[in-house]
Every structure is written in structure tokens, then in C-alpha cells.
């Protein structure tokens, strides 16, 4: 009798062949995250909705401005700040009845910065809707010149970005 021997054909990776295709993987993953950058996509979206909110605040107070009711008077709130432009805080404190003139004549809900914790109206979404909840704060800013040009702010902006204000 002859002596066989027997040949295993195993097929399948090494060890090291997958070894080295998971470390390609992963610095492909890493190289994607880093262009990618969730972080500073997060903050851009939340730049975004800063600005659209300011305009939505500045059109509301607009449009009480040009309701013929108000016979093309600012709110008192705003008439009351200085002329000087120095920003003020939009909250209860500083506005005790803007929100109640402007919220569900002239805007839907008062919008409320991203970052700022709270203020959800009782259907979860973000904004103020119940003026008499008291603390209430916005998270942005209003100032007047001495032209009655209004600017609403929004001081928390993107670390990235400067602070995103709109004027009329």
C-alpha cells in the first residue's frame, strides 16, 4: 500500500488578512467622521433655526407695528428700551407684556434658542405658547436705536460663528 496523504483544502482569511482590513476600515471611519463632523453640522442646523427664529420674532413685532389697531405704534415693551442699542434679554422679566400681545395674534408660539433648556409648550414642541408661565426666557436678545430700528439677537450662536442678529 502507498502512503496518501491527505491534503486539506481549507479556504477562508488568515488572521492577519482580517486583522488588516479591519484597521483599513477603521481609519477610513475615522477619516469620515472627521469630514464629516457631527458636531459642527449640529451647530450650523442650529444657526439656521437661530436665524429663521429672530426673523419670526422681528416679523411679529413688525406686524403689530402695522396692524391698524396699534395705529403703527412698536409695542411698549420695546418703546421702553433705551435708545442707547444696548442688547436687552427677551424674557418676563425684562418684556412682562410682549409675549401676550405678540403670541397667537402676530406668531404662533414666542421661539426659543436651541440651547436654552425649557419653554416647551405643552404639545413638545419648542416655544413659548402660555405667556402667564412665569419664568419664560427666550434665549435671545432685543435692542432698539435711536431710530426705532429693532434687532433681535441670538447671543448663544455656534462657537464658529459671530452673534447672528437681524435689523429693520
Known sequence: MTAQTNKI???????????????ILAI?????LIAIN????????NDTKRRSDATEILNAIGQYGADPVNSG???????ALPASGSATE???TNFPTLCSKLVTTYISALPVDPSTTGNTSPNGTSGIVNCA??????????????SNRITVSAPQAYAGSTTISVTR
Open 38 to 45: 457631527p458636531a459642527r453640522q449640529f451647530g450650523q442646523a
Open 90 to 92: 427677551l424674557n418676563n
Open 73 to 79: 405704534q412698536l409695542p411698549a415693551d420695546i418703546l
Open 133 to 146: 408661565t412665569i419664568p419664560w426666557d427666550t434665549g435671545y436678545t432685543v435692542q432698539r436705536d435711536s
Open 28 to 32: 477610513l471611519l475615522a477619516i469620515t
Open 9 to 23: 483544502n481549507v479556504k477562508g482569511f488568515t488572521l492577519i488578512e482580517l486583522l488588516v482590513v479591519i484597521g
